[in-house]
Nanobody, 122 residues
Framework: QVQLVESGGGLVQPGGSLRLSCAASGSIFSINAMGWYRQAPGKQRELVATITSSSNTNYADSVKGRFSISRANAKNTVYLQMNSLEPEDTAVYYC????????????????WGLGTQVTVSS
């Protein structure tokens, strides 16, 4: 069984910072891309940032220059450093990983965490 467990969400004032973490565990053969998506109330889930196994990154235009994604491959962990937070960043943030896991064979699929709430409010 494979899990993605997020941590680091919470309530922060506008202009503040938070750091999200997501650790993958289980019968993992390899991890390709990892990243973060978010979903605000009444809106569709949207990409925030992704990072490949070779550390190539991609960001949504709305977070460029404010958010930074990184990963620790030895720990199967991805991070999202969020600075200069705005009320519009309020959402549930979901961790994502494209992984090859060991079952009866090798299985390549997308996996998601359960989400962590980020609220930006004064």
């Amino acid at each position: 069984q494979v899990q993605l467990v997020e941590s680091g969400g919470g309530l922060v004032q506008p202009g503040g910072s938070l750091r999200l973490s997501c650790a993958a565990s289980g019968s993992i053969f390899s991890i390709n891309a990892m990243g973060w998506y978010r979903q605000a109330p009444g809106k569709q889930r949207e990409l925030v940032a992704t990072i490949t196994s070779s550390s190539n990154t991609n960001y949504a235009d709305s977070v460029k220059g404010r958010f930074s994604i990184s990963r620790a491959n030895a720990k199967n962990t991805v991070y999202l450093q969020m600075n200069s937070l705005e009320p519009e960043d309020t959402a549930v943030y979901y961790c994502y990983a494209r992984m090859v896991v060991v079952t009866t064979t090798l299985h390549d699929d997308n996996y998601w965490g359960l989400g962590t709430q980020v609220t930006v409010s004064s």
